[in-house]
């Protein structure tokens, strides 16, 4: 029977030069295989080879120097090394470009099979097998690894070499802290894990990916920066990939200081329990994470739901009140005369101005280079990291920034010590200044001058007249304490990690990274939405409120906007105390409202952004 069919394949093979493919009839050169096998059937197998992937070609369309049977056969012509670029240009040009080329590894040395070589489609074990016969090291670990024996069992969504190194145009790893290095070390893990259809066919959670997204590492990779943090292959190695509760696993709890501390030296046990791909919204697996996020969300509702409420009603109510004003000068009344009514007075002094100044470059700073890291998703958040010269700079200026806040954080809590305790030109004790009208603490004045407002905002009354500090004041300043608290107090915990993780457990990083980055949104949000509008948007101010920049005001806008503390002034007779001689200086002028218009118009461009963001699916 086996003779019968040899013949028959030898009479196949007789056949094909009358059909064989065109590179080898554009020669017309072609020579009959059965006299190929003839003398070489102890090479190439008749049975085998017509089974093969190349069995409707004839020897000569691979080896096609061969053009004169008599010449090859007293051996002046003998065959080089096969052209496979002639039939398979696309992997040629893809292992051109390979470290197998580098290292003169051509077709042959993975496919010397060639003669019986049949189709794989797409068996995965057939090319895992391939690969092992030269990186024997690493197919011992990834065969008993849970993707080589999920392969090995037969199912082709798990990892194979190829899924992650590509089947011809493979790179060389390289430098291992180089880009490409880190870059590649995360992506091809996300190319499967990313794939919700195919880990819900495997019964495998999704989560992992968007949850190392959501964290710094991920917002970090996005930007373009995955030298700067730790991938997947980081924690989970490359090869030697187990389940949690295998003891061979990197990431089971007996190895997982180690695993963390490549990264952050001495990490401690309390330091591991960093929930990795923590998920905020989980409530049954990460309760704390939820409820912490439930609570921001909330403030972040709230406050700015009063508090746009509260600018949407003033800024109508303002624009009334400018209609008024104007109507009534065009009827030549309502314009009461004050003597000296552009006389100038002093409400901040250079102390203030100048803190105040630190206050902006701050937080502007903050905000420049911390929102691109919170919405890393979007375009422009890569285009502002790479203003900045990367994310490794921007950084850099974060944390100056941070710097800076603490140190303005803490005059101000010097001055508050030293208007309580230490001022010898104040009445009362601590209890009476800390309530009294010069004091920034709230008070129960603050709720009828709120209660004032609202009538005011609904034609119901006339508009209050404040002492020395508004409602809306003392919370902005009473924000920054607040905001030192949540703000600074998570964002130290996120700058020296391992220092808070020795005392504290891993999962309050996961806590602090929600609180900071949400805390950071309503700070922002807040300050250039409806600070903004209270300093220099409302009606009566806008476009800019230069008073924090010089300091002053003339008395026409004194007693009209803060009546009450001018009355209090001249019962105590020292309002002549606060008269300035004469203004601040032309240039000084044009410098400081130049910065300050630029301040206005960068954190309204932050605004857009982020409402940009919002619509288009970064929320955190």
Same mark, same amino acid.
């Given at each position: 029977?086996?003779?019968?069919?040899?013949?028959?394949?030898?009479?196949?093979?007789?056949?094909?030069?009358?059909?064989?493919?065109? +590179?080898?009839?554009?020669? @017309?050169?072609?020579?009959?295989? &059965?006299?190929?096998?003839?003398?070489? @059937?102890?090479?190439?197998?008749?049975?085998?080879?017509?089974?093969?992937?190349?069995?409707?070609?004839?020897?000569?369309?691979?080896?096609?120097? /061969?053009?004169?049977?008599?010449?090859?056969?007293?051996?002046?012509?003998?065959?080089?090394?096969?052209?496979?670029?002639?039939?398979?240009?696309?992997?040629?040009?893809?292992?051109?470009?390979?470290?197998?080329?580098?290292?003169?590894?051509?077709?042959?040395?993975?496919?010397?099979?060639?003669?019986?070589?049949?189709?794989?489609?797409?068996?995965?074990?057939?090319?895992?097998?391939?690969?092992?016969?030269?990186?024997?090291?690493?197919?011992?670990?990834?065969?008993? +690894?849970?993707?080589?024996?999920?392969?090995?069992?037969?199912?082709?969504?798990?990892?194979?070499?190829?899924?992650?190194?590509?089947?011809?145009? /493979?790179?060389?790893?390289?430098?291992?802290?180089?880009?490409?290095?880190?870059?590649?070390?995360?992506?091809?893990?996300?190319?499967?894990?990313?794939?919700?259809?195919?880990? $819900?066919?495997?019964?495998?959670?999704?989560?992992?990916?968007?949850? =190392?997204?959501?964290?710094?590492?991920?917002?970090?990779?996005?930007?373009?920066?995955?030298?700067?943090?730790?991938?997947?292959?980081?924690?989970?190695?490359?090869?030697?990939?187990?389940? #949690?509760?295998?003891?061979?696993?990197?990431?089971?709890?007996?190895?997982?200081?180690?695993?963390?501390?490549?990264?952050?030296?001495?990490?401690?046990?309390?330091?591991?329990?960093?929930?990795?791909?923590?998920?905020?919204?989980?409530?049954?697996?990460?309760?704390?994470?939820?409820?912490?996020?439930?609570?921001?969300?909330?403030?972040?509702? +709230?406050?700015?739901?009063?508090?746009?409420v509260h600018t949407l009603l003033w800024m109508f109510r303002g624009f009334v009140e400018n209609r008024e004003k104007r109507a009534a000068l065009i009827r030549g009344e309502g314009h009461h005369h004050i003597p000296d009514a552009y006389k100038i007075y002093r409400r901040f002094n250079r102390l203030h101005i100048f803190l105040h100044l630190l206050v902006i470059i701050s937080f502007l700073g903050l905000s420049l280079t911390g929102l691109p890291l919170k919405f890393?998703?979007?375009?422009?958040?890569?285009?502002?990291?790479?203003?900045?010269?990367?994310?490794?700079?921007?950084?850099?200026?974060?944390?100056?920034?941070?710097?800076?806040?603490?140190?303005?954080?803490?005059?101000?809590?010097?001055?508050?010590?030293?208007?309580?305790?230490?001022?010898?030109?104040?009445?009362?004790?601590?209890?009476?200044?800390?309530?009294?009208?010069? +004091?920034?603490?709230?008070?129960?004045?603050? /709720?009828?001058?709120?209660?004032?407002?609202?009538?005011?905002?609904?034609?119901?009354?006339?508009?209050?007249?404040?002492?020395?500090?508004?409602?809306?004041?003392?919370?902005?300043?009473?924000?920054?304490?607040?905001?030192?608290?949540?703000?600074?107090?998570?964002?130290? &915990?996120?700058?020296?990690?391992?220092?808070?993780?020795?005392?504290?457990?891993?999962?309050?990083?996961?806590?602090?990274?929600?609180?900071?980055?949400?805390?950071?949104?309503?700070?922002?949000g807040f300050i250039f939405t409806v600070h903004f509008f209270n300093t220099h948007g409302r009606p009566e101010k806008f476009p800019m409120d230069f008073v924090i920049f010089n300091g002053e005001m003339n008395k026409e806008e004194f007693i009209e906007e803060r009546g009450d503390q001018w009355k209090r002034y001249e019962e105590l007779g020292?309002?002549?105390?606060?008269?300035?001689?004469?203004?601040?200086?032309?240039?000084?002028?044009?410098?400081?409202?130049?910065?300050?218009?630029? $301040?206005?118009?960068?954190?309204?461009?932050?605004?857009?952004?982020?409402? =940009?963001?919002?619509?288009?699916?970064?929320? #955190?």
């Amino acid at each position: 029977m086996s003779k019968i069919f040899s013949r028959l394949t030898l009479a196949l093979l007789f056949l094909l030069p009358l059909c064989f493919n065109a +590179s080898a009839a554009e020669n @017309s050169l072609a020579i009959d295989p &059965m006299t190929c096998l003839e003398c070489h @059937s102890d090479v190439v197998s008749a049975e085998e080879f017509a089974a093969s992937v190349h069995g409707r070609n004839a020897c000569t369309s691979c080896h096609t120097d /061969i053009t004169d049977l008599d010449a090859h056969m007293i051996g002046e012509q003998m065959p080089g090394p096969p052209q496979c670029v002639r039939c398979h240009k696309q992997e040629t040009a893809e292992h051109y470009a390979s470290v197998h080329m580098l290292n003169d590894i051509t077709c042959s040395a993975c496919h010397h099979d060639i003669h019986s070589h049949t189709y794989w489609q797409g068996d995965k074990r057939i090319a895992v097998a391939k690969c092992t016969e030269c990186h024997a090291d690493s197919f011992e670990v990834y065969h008993e +690894s849970i993707h080589g024996q999920a392969v090995a069992a037969g199912n082709m969504d798990s990892a194979a070499c190829f899924d992650c190194h590509n089947l011809h145009q /493979i790179q060389e790893v390289g430098d291992p802290d180089a880009f490409e290095t880190r870059e590649f070390h995360t992506r091809v893990c996300l190319d499967c894990h990313a794939d919700k259809e195919m880990m $819900a066919r495997n019964n495998v959670t999704s989560v992992a990916v968007s949850t =190392y997204m959501d964290s710094y590492h991920g917002k970090s990779y996005r930007l373009g920066y995955p030298e700067l943090v730790a991938g997947c292959a980081d924690c989970h190695t490359s090869h030697a990939v187990f389940q #949690h509760d295998d003891p061979r696993a990197s990431t089971n709890s007996a190895n997982l200081v180690a695993t963390c501390g490549a990264c952050h030296p001495g990490a401690t046990p309390l330091f591991v329990k960093f929930y990795s791909h923590g998920d905020y919204s989980d409530r049954e697996n990460y309760p704390i994470l939820y409820w912490t996020f439930v609570s921001m969300t909330t403030l972040l509702v +709230s406050v700015f739901a009063v508090f746009w409420v509260h600018t949407l009603l003033w800024m109508f109510r303002g624009f009334v009140e400018n209609r008024e004003k104007r109507a009534a000068l065009i009827r030549g009344e309502g314009h009461h005369h004050i003597p000296d009514a552009y006389k100038i007075y002093r409400r901040f002094n250079r102390l203030h101005i100048f803190l105040h100044l630190l206050v902006i470059i701050s937080f502007l700073g903050l905000s420049l280079t911390g929102l691109p890291l919170k919405f890393a998703s979007q375009p422009w958040a890569k285009i502002l990291m790479d203003f900045f010269g990367g994310a490794h700079n921007a950084a850099l200026i974060h944390r100056a920034c941070a710097v800076i806040t603490f140190v303005y954080f803490g005059a101000a809590v010097v001055m508050s010590y030293n208007f309580l305790f230490v001022r010898k030109d104040l009445p009362g004790n601590p209890i009476q200044r800390l309530f009294g009208p010069d +004091s920034l603490f709230p008070n129960l004045r603050d /709720i009828n001058d709120i209660a004032g407002m609202f009538r005011w905002f609904l034609f119901l009354g006339p508009k209050p007249t404040f002492e020395r500090w508004t409602y809306w004041e003392k919370f902005d300043f009473l924000a920054v304490f607040w905001g030192m608290i949540a703000i600074g107090g998570s964002g130290l &915990m996120l700058w020296f990690p391992e220092f808070f993780g020795g005392f504290l457990p891993g999962w309050a990083f996961n806590v602090a990274t929600i609180i900071h980055s949400d805390e950071a949104l309503l700070a922002t949000g807040f300050i250039f939405t409806v600070h903004f509008f209270n300093t220099h948007g409302r009606p009566e101010k806008f476009p800019m409120d230069f008073v924090i920049f010089n300091g002053e005001m003339n008395k026409e806008e004194f007693i009209e906007e803060r009546g009450d503390q001018w009355k209090r002034y001249e019962e105590l007779g020292i309002t002549e105390q606060f008269v300035k001689p004469k203004p601040s200086g032309v240039l000084y002028d044009f410098i400081l409202k130049t910065f300050g218009f630029l $301040a206005v118009i960068t954190g309204l461009s932050l605004v857009v952004l982020m409402i =940009y963001a919002f619509m288009h699916g970064g929320l #955190h």
